[in-house]
Structure formats: C-alpha cells, structure tokens
C-alpha cells in the first residue's frame, strides 16, 4: 500500500473562467487509478478513476468521439 499523496495539476487549456478539473496522474503506477475534483473545490469530493477508463475517455476526447456538449 502507498502512502503517496496526490500531486493534482490542471491542463494548460484550463483558463475557461473557472470550469475546469484536476487530475493527479501520480498516483497511476502504484495504485492504477486517477484520482479527479473539481478546481474550485480542492476540498471537496474525489473521483477515482481506473487509469485505463481515464486513458480511453482521454483518447475519446482527443478524437472528438463524444461530439459537442
């Protein structure tokens, strides 16, 4: 078990007015997951994410496979 702690980061692209996410993809190699909240609540609640779904929504948002929200 790893005691580290997340090391969160937003995109580059994240000057939106304040709509935006943060991952902390430290935390892939030793626990298989990444750990993603809201930037305006550090906070608040963590979502945690396999590393493999992240990767694919990643990928679908790359492609533009979930058109325009």
Excluded: H
Aim: proline share 6%; charged share 20%.
């Amino acid at each position: 078990m790893t005691t580290e702690s997340p090391r969160w980061f937003k995109s580059s692209y994240s000057e939106n007015g304040g709509q935006c996410i943060e991952v902390a993809a430290n935390l892939v190699d030793s626990l298989d997951i990444v750990p993603v909240r809201d930037s305006k609540e550090p906070t608040g609640p963590v979502l945690n994410v396999a590393a493999g779904s992240f990767a694919s929504f990643v990928a679908g948002v790359r492609t533009d496979a979930f058109g325009t929200v």
